[in-house]
């Protein structure tokens, strides 16, 4: 069955360091992949997702991820990390037909932003 | 523009009672989503509408969850008997078309069954 793990349930960075949040999903076909955020009292919203091609994605905010067929990942980064990036993240999968597109996410991974 | 708005933004209900939960897509959208987030499930995908296309309700953990989207636009979400483990926030989408067109996300109603 397709899912998707986020091995860290929480991560803590430093403002201005940088920043990694893991994801390795499970699909028998090429992915549909996404990263959404949802920050506190806000709806989730999208960052980048990846259908085809070139294997890095950029998104808004700053933010960049990178998928990787042969270690089943879908990695989210961003070189320097601002306090207003404290969220949580889910990476997601999604199943398509051409009538839609469920998405099957992640537990999430919740970012806290130190000084 | 408009975003998706849902509605109420909060539900408290007895259990066994029937509740009701709306969604109003983005205009123009005619792709419809529903997912459910909660504590011990996380996100969950619960059902999906397309044009006239017949929805998929592969998601839909009992047969007391139902919906329906009435002249392409709005949606119910309907739990009838409510039970303690369907308190979660339900959370809806809409996408411009199908396929994997990118899908925004309302606020939520998040749901309290006592």
């Known amino acids: 069955a397709q899912s998707v793990t986020q091995p860290d349930i929480h991560i803590t960075v430093s403002e201005g360091a940088s920043l990694e949040l893991r994801c390795n999903y499970s699909?028998?076909?090429?992915?549909?992949l996404f990263w959404y955020v949802q920050s506190p009292g806000q709806g989730l919203q999208l960052l980048l997702k990846?259908?085809?091609?070139?294997?890095l994605v950029q998104g808004i905010k700053g933010f960049e991820a990178e998928f990787k067929r042969s270690q089943s990942s879908f990695n989210l980064r961003k070189p320097s990390v601002h306090w207003s990036d404290a969220a949580e993240y889910f990476c997601?999968?999604?199943?398509?037909?051409?009538?839609?597109?469920?998405?099957?996410f992640g537990k999430g991974t919740t970012l806290s932003v130190s000084s | 523009g408009a975003g998706v708005s849902q509605s109420p933004s909060n539900k408290v209900t007895e259990k066994g009672k029937d509740v009701e939960l709306r969604c109003d897509p983005i205009?123009?959208?005619?792709?419809l989503y529903w997912y459910r987030q909660s504590l011990g499930q996380g996100l969950e995908f619960l059902i999906y509408?397309?044009?006239?296309?017949?929805?998929?309700k592969s998601g839909l953990p009992s047969d007391r969850f139902s919906a329906e989207r009435t002249g392409g636009s709005v949606s119910t979400l309907t739990i009838q008997r409510t039970q303690q483990e369907d308190s979660a926030v339900y959370l809806c989408?809409?996408?411009?078309?199908?396929?994997?067109?990118?899908?925004?996300f309302g606020p939520g109603t998040r749901l309290l069954v006592l």
């Open positions: 989408a809409s996408s411009l078309g199908g396929g994997v067109g990118t899908q925004y």
């Open positions: 699909y028998g076909a090429t992915p549909y």
């Open positions: 205009s123009g959208h005619t792709a």
């Open positions: 509408f397309q044009g006239n296309s017949a929805p998929d």
């Open positions: 997601a999968v999604g199943l398509s037909n051409q009538a839609g597109t469920a998405l099957i």
């Open positions: 990846y259908f085809s091609g070139d294997t």
